[in-house]
């Protein structure tokens, strides 16, 4: 079935320590979204890419980077974690044409120790 | 800013009840209106969504109403069971060139045995 998937779905990281988290999709959708989300709040869109172009999120702190080398994989980089960085990260995927619909992923829960 | 005001914050209805979450918009170029059900521990799963065209959409139990003119939407869980138990999110979105939603705050939904 196409979908998107996620790895780990649970990561460890020390504080500090640079951590890399990865979201795959067989859907062939162009555009990719990552979102944060804590305990008992929204998902909080941190960036979304509309193929290869990068869209940053105002309040999206410069501690969160993002690649996408291609149309299937987008990876979410957090070069220094800190103890507020501990969240569930959600990837979406959706298409630029005709109906309009997020498909997310399963997310990764972090912890920062 | 809020673009999406979503009430109540938590809901307790009896099993066989109705449950109605209710949504709020300010942007009218808003033209996607989906509302996510979550369960703990994993992503947001789209329930059911609505375009301003028309001013009800029902799925099974699951029914939306929307407003235009009032810019307010609402879901309606018919005959409320257990298992409806979960969080609820609202969002509204554009499908034009820029496809990210706006997401309500979240409604925490117990249905009780």
Known sequence: DAMVIQNPRYQVTQFGKPVTLSCSQTLNHNVMYWYQQKSSQAPKLLFHYYDKDFNNEADT???FQSRRPNTSFCFLDIRS??????????????????PFREYFGPGTRLTVT | ????????????????GISIINC????????YFPWYQQFPGKGP?????????VS??????????FNKSAKQFSLHIMDSQP????????????????RKLIWGLGTSLAVNP
């Open chain 2, 24 to 31: 709020a918009y300010e942007n009218t170029a808003f033209d």
């Open chain 2, 56 to 65: 009800e959409k029902k799925e099974g139990r699951f029914t939306i109403s």
């Open chain 1, 81 to 98: 974690p800190g103890l507020g960085d501990a969240a569930m990260y959600l990837c979406a995927t959706s298409i630029d044409r005709g």
């Open chain 1, 61 to 63: 702190p410069d501690n």
């Open chain 2, 1 to 16: 800013q809020q673009q999406v005001k979503q009430s109540p914050q938590s809901l307790i209805v009896q099993k066989g």
């Open chain 2, 83 to 98: 298992g409806d138990s979960a969080t609820y999110f609202c969002a509204a979105g554009n499908a034009g060139n820029n």
């Open chain 2, 45 to 53: 799963a789209l329930l059911i969504a609505i375009r301003p065209d």
